[in-house]
């Protein structure tokens, strides 16, 4: 087992460096200037070419690279261009807080989907199946930044019961979600992230379900004679892994953080953050979150297999 | 009490005990609560970044500069007045030379006394690469306003004198964007600028409170500001950045923010259903094509009068749901330097003409504009009515969208590079002479060095741009600047098409604004009810 995790982790570098020279061609490839937020529009060539040099943005593109690659080995993520705070606390403070948005979205769209799921594979084909499966088609298709909108419209602006947007009422330093009136800020952008993952999940646990009931041991399960309760017990846990797979990446995504969800209700999150570092070409800060996000991904993927084998003791004979 | 009321008190009870473990108890003057435009929050180490929204949130409001805007009219454009400097003038016998007398008695917010010394130390921060204080992304911010900066001496501790690099009778003007920070504060972080952003420390009418990175930022009123009638009435400013209109709107309708700037055409209606005011004012704004003078079909003065012609700017305005003034000039009617120039009234049959005569129909054009931006308005809507209405008259217009950073590295770059564009669509501010009118024709101006990005040349407004700037009687230099605004207009240097009418969405709890035909704005007699 210990191997097994250890062999998945060195696979994790080449992935991580992989992604890390994809994002910094692309950066690079896209038009624009790094330093546009620290220059005015009208700036000439002289004062570009001297800021340019003040910051290191003269050098060769591979060296610069390279000088990046070995800061980011020692932990040095470097410094952000707009804010000049280092990018490892910008990194972590959003993606702490795009966490805690997933800690929530996450289990709502499990447990929602999950049951959901069960229920339309139990009744396949009825009329019960029908209502749900159109349901979660529903909540697939609407696009979440639509929905967003479509709720703040009705909770914040027409009957002012949740905030319309941002992280608490004094920004999310000293959130306490113990407290209603910082947790309310979270019921809008959870609700408005579940919902498509939610339709996800309803689909795969329904499919899941719905092959699981054909196999022969639920047959046999009836001919011994159990309950039908008994015999749905034994279903669900048999349609679990799968559904734990398609879990583990819609929280990778999540963390991943939903640029326009989180821009929709300026959540201090990571795709909050992404959308800035593109929007300003922070190339300390896009590279920085990109790498972060992609080891965070890996590392979710991992978990999510070893869970995988938990539930399922075959995948680890496999 | 109804259910919204009942909530929106609890919310209000949440927001009030929220503030008192922020600060001390709120009094009468209220919290006033701004939505920015502004993706970020603008940097607090001197001359902001994100635009003059920066400037106008965070620079003139922890800072001053030597030169302040007189921002309490709203009745004629606003104009400089003493600020740090009580008086200036130009040295006598040598006219490269101006002198400024410092205001005594005033005090950074860390208690150090300001003086001249602080002033020299101040300009090498932005221009001198070799002092300890230097600071590359305030040289990057501050450069636009020094072009013409060649010195500054202290002369003794209330006096100082700026050298140019040539006669510049403008230099007050540009002075008044360069921020004056603190050395004693510097010095105390030991030139480290990430620490000092945490706690700036300048002359300004509100002292920094805290901020939350990319979030929000509060400040409070500095009751020792040396002019006592910019003592700060509210007990609080939060400033917290909102990119989407649509998020600024539901936050000033749900009661989340009381001010927001710049809320879009369509949620207009909804806002005055609301109860909310919406204020406007004409302000130094435009919203133009600048042309190719090198290259193409508008090298020919008679096809860029056709395109000026070829617009019909009531159609835009009704576009906009009125919120903007049909542009028939690079300034504003309401400039002083206006004059009587040229108007192109819509004729799309004498723009049809003047393309005949020129022998440019269909004339193929294409125009580099940007799907949004800083005083960019609507784009999109307003290029492609633009474009409908000039293709009615005998162009073919090729609309290029890009995103904003795009467009202002091809604005910067110039005409040399991009020789295929006909047209920018870069909107600009013309709050003063060389702003407005100097640089977009100025050869010395010519991209990239400077604003002037097709290149117009042109040897009778070069000569005038040198009156101008050799000219220090202020009437004389003010008809000689109305001359080369009518010079402009009858050249048909862009294709002038909208200025912005800044709207602004305030609660109806929010008193004592008055909005100033400026890009900047005064907050301090502003109050907000409980």
């Known amino acids: ?318 | 009490m109804t259910r919204p009321d009942l909530f929106r008190s609890v919310f209000m009870l949440a927001l009030g005990a929220g503030l008192s473990l922020a600060g001390p108890a709120a009094l009468a003057g209220g919290t006033l609560v701004v939505g920015m435009t502004a993706g970020d929050l603008p940097i607090t180490t001197g001359n902001p970044d994100q635009g003059f929204e920066g400037y106008r949130f965070v620079g003139y409001n922890l800072y001053d500069s030597l030169v302040l805007w007189d921002l309490s009219k709203s009745d004629k454009v606003a104009d400089i007045k003493p600020g740090l400097a009580t008086e200036w003038q130009v040295d006598e016998a040598n006219p490269k030379r101006w002198i400024f007398k410092l205001r005594q008695g005033v005090k950074w917010h860390d208690g150090c006394e300001f003086k001249a010394d602080d002033v020299v130390w101040n300009l090498s921060r932005s221009t001198d690469e070799k002092a300890p204080e230097f600071d590359p992304s305030q040289f990057a911010q501050a450069r636009s306003y020094l072009g013409n900066f060649a010195g500054v001496e202290k002369i003794d501790d209330h006096t100082v004198a700026f050298e140019t690099k040539v006669p510049d009778s403008l230099f007050p003007y540009e002075i008044s964007y360069v921020m004056m920070i603190s050395p004693c504060r510097a010095k105390e972080v030991n030139y480290n600028w990430a620490e000092y952003a945490l706690r700036p420390s300048g002359t300004g009418p509100y002292l920094y409170d805290r901020a939350v990175p990319h979030q929000r930022m509060e400040f409070v009123p500095n009751a020792d500001y040396w002019d006592k009638a910019r003592v700060p009435k509210q007990d609080r400013l939060v400033l917290v950045p909102m990119p989407e209109a649509s998020t600024r709107t539901a936050a000033l309708l749900s009661g989340q923010v009381n001010w927001i700037e710049a809320p879009s055409p369509d949620a207009i209606d909804r806002l005055k259903s609301a109860g909310m005011q919406i204020v406007t004012k004409i302000y130094p704004h435009n919203w133009t094509y600048q042309l190719n003078f090198v290259k193409g079909p508008f090298v020919d003065k008679r096809v860029r009068q056709a395109a000026n012609y070829a617009l019909n700017r009531e159609d835009m305005k009704e576009l906009l749901n009125g919120l903007m003034l049909e542009g028939y000039s690079t300034v504003p009617p309401s400039t002083p330097y206006y004059g009587h120039p040229l108007i192109y009234k819509y004729d799309p049959e004498k723009a049809k003409a003047l393309l005949k005569e020129a022998g440019c129909l269909p004339c193929n054009v294409t125009f580099a504009i940007s799907t949004s931006g800083s005083g960019q308005m609507q784009p999109l809507p307003m290029n492609e009515l633009a474009k409908s209405q000039l293709d009615a008259a005998g162009f073919e217009v090729k609309l290029q969208p890009m995103d904003w950073n795009s467009l202002l590295e091809l604005t910067r770059a110039g005409v040399d590079k991009y020789p295929d564009v006909n047209a920018i669509n870069v909107s600009r501010q013309t709050q003063d002479p060389f702003n407005a009118l100097i640089r977009h024709v100025w050869t010395a101006q010519w991209a990239p060095k400077g604003s002037n990005w097709g290149h117009y040349g042109n040897p009778e407004v070069d000569k005038l741009v040198g009156q101008i700037f050799g000219e220090f009687n202020q009437e004389k230099r003010l008809a000689l600047l109305t001359k080369l605004n009518e010079t402009m207009n009858e050249e048909a240097v862009m294709i002038f098409v909208a200025h912005d009418l800044n709207p602004r969405g305030l609660s109806p709890k929010v008193h004592g604004f008055v909005q100033a035909q400026s890009w900047f704005q005064d907050l301090t007699p502003v109050t907000v009810e409980p």
């Open chain 1, 1 to 318: 087992m210990i191997r097994y995790i250890l062999r998945r982790i060195l696979y994790a570098i080449p992935i991580a460096f992989g992604v890390s020279v994809v994002c910094f061609s692309l950066v690079y490839i896209a038009p624009g200037d790094p330093l546009q937020t620290v220059m005015p529009p009208d700036a000439t060539a002289e004062t570009i070419a001297i800021v340019k040099h003040a910051y290191g943005f003269d050098k060769p593109l591979p060296m610069q690279f390279l000088i990046w690659l070995g800061r980011v080995l020692t932990g040095d993520f470097g410094v952000s261009i707009a804010t000049r705070r280092p990018v490892i606390l910008e990194v972590s403070e959003a993606l702490a807080n795009t966490a805690l948005l997933a800690a929530f979205a996450v289990p709502l769209a499990f447990f929602t989907g999950y049951v959901m799921g069960a229920v339309a594979g139990s009744f396949a084909g009825r009329w019960v199946d029908r209502v749900v499966t159109g349901a979660a088609v529903v909540g697939v298709s609407l696009p979440n930044y639509w929905l967003g909108i479509v709720l703040v419209i009705v909770f914040a602006v027409e009957y002012m019961l949740l905030p319309a947007t941002g992280m608490g009422p004094n920004g999310s330093t000293g959130f306490d979600l113990l407290q209603w009136s910082n947790a309310r800020f979270l019921v809008l952008p959870v609700i408005t992230l579940a919902m498509i993952p939610i339709g996800i999940l309803a689909r795969t646990t329904r499919a899941a379900v719905a092959e699981v009931r054909n196999q022969d041991f639920v047959q046999t399960l009836r001919a011994k004679g159990l309950s039908e309760w008994t015999v749905t017990r034994h279903v669900l846990k048999n349609a679990m892994p799968q559904v734990v797979a398609v879990m583990g990446l819609q929280f990778g995504y999540l963390l991943g953080g939903s640029i326009l969800v989180e821009t929709v209700f300026t959540w201090p999150g990571s795709g909050f953050l992404l959308s800035k570092a593109i929007i300003n070409r922070d190339v300390p800060v896009l590279q920085g979150t990109i790498l972060v996000l992609s080891l965070v991904f890996v590392a979710t993927n991992l978990v999510v297999d070893l869970l995988q084998s938990l539930i399922d003791p075959r995948i680890r004979r496999a």
